[in-house]
């Protein structure tokens, strides 16, 4: 039976098919993407609009860059740690996998540019710079994790940056807003890049045991002022005579950001726990990908608290479908 996968070719190169791209940008994963960018929109309190979806195709595109140059700047440790992925198994060239990161790069900055002008850029260059070092220079060193924690960071920032225009935020004010959702979901980052380098061997048997510590900081520290806002909310409306402490809005956005962290423990904290009583090679693997994918209720969760919970309820119909393509194209 014919092979009817579409293909790229460049003259008598072998040929390069879509399916081994989608493999080498781990294609998929990209739905964690554009609910960073939400969660700093509704920080600003505008969670949707056209620079703001333009600012997530940019984000996707330097998320994809990443993971291609991920894999050609460690070409020589995959032929021995992960020999089937793309690069390390022949199906796409080295060369090609450093092209696909470069043009990825410049789609993301051209997108940011043309979506949201000096703000889009203000956010994608130095998300771009970040990409760049982590996988060229930064990923083995102590600084690896905080630098895959500020690229997160930075595309939070980004979507505050672009929604805040919209509402005419002044700079420094949309980075404000959007300080705690980009702390809480560098916080996530941090701890998952450092359980991924215990891929292949295994983790010392503290290590999943701290960083279930730190998700569960992160889970609470993202539900809880929508819970006790909510709470404040219904106290007074039994009390006519008080002011309204919060509007009745505050009953959903509670309800759901309580719900994302729910279900952000429930995955990528489950997984811990495993790693925690196994620490090995696969169950750290397994904790890595339910992090990767664990991070969009954690988004859901952010956007319902900063007032969107809406959109933050669709992030939530999203994960699931993530999940099952993760298996089919994995997200590590």
């Not at 080498?24 to 920080?43: K, M, N, Q």
């Not at 279930?212 to 929508?226: D, I, Q, W, Y």
């Not at 009953?251 to 994302?260: E, H, I, L």
Request: glycine letters at 12%; charged letters at 15%.
């Amino acid at each position: 039976m014919k092979d009817r996968r579409a293909v790229l070719r460049s003259g008598s190169r072998p040929a390069v098919s879509l399916h081994d791209l989608a493999q080498l940008v781990r294609a998929p994963a990209a739905l964690s993407v554009p609910g960073d960018v939400l969660a700093g929109a509704a920080a600003t309190g505008q969670p949707l609009g056209a620079r703001t979806f333009g600012v997530m195709g940019s984000s996707i595109c330097l998320y994809w860059a990443g993971m291609a140059l991920n894999d050609y700047a460690d070409a020589t440790i995959d032929a021995v740690e992960r020999p089937e992925r793309p690069v390390p198994s022949g199906r796409v060239p080295r060369r090609t996998a450093l092209a696909v990161a470069g043009a990825l790069t410049a789609g993301g900055l051209g997108l940011a540019a043309v979506s949201a002008g000096r703000r889009g850029l203000l956010g994608a260059l130095p998300l771009a710079g970040a990409v760049w070092a982590y996988d060229l220079k930064l990923k083995a060193t102590p600084a690896g994790p905080a630098a895959m924690a500020s690229a997160r960071v930075l595309d939070v920032l980004s979507g505050a940056l672009t929604a805040g225009r919209g509402r005419n935020l002044g700079v420094g004010t949309a980075l404000r807003r959007g300080a705690v959702p980009a702390a809480l979901v560098g916080a996530h980052t941090y701890t998952l890049t450092a359980l991924s380098r215990h891929e292949i061997s295994g983790a010392p048997a503290t290590l999943p045991v701290r960083t279930l510590a730190a998700s569960t900081t992160t889970a609470l520290a993202t539900a809880l002022p929508a819970v006790r806002t909510a709470l404040a909310s219904a106290r007074a409306g039994r009390h006519p005579e008080r002011p309204a402490v919060a509007p009745r809005a505050a009953v959903p956005r509670a309800a759901v950001a309580a719900a994302g962290a729910l279900a952000y423990l429930g995955t990528y904290g489950t997984a811990q726990v495993r790693a925690a009583r196994e620490p090995s090679g696969e169950n750290v693997r397994r904790a890595v990908g339910a992090g990767i994918l664990g991070l969009m209720p954690l988004q859901a969760a952010l956007t319902a608290r900063g007032g969107a919970p809406a959109t933050a309820a669709v992030l939530g119909v999203v994960h699931p479908l993530a999940r099952r393509l993760a298996r089919r194209i994995s997200p590590t």
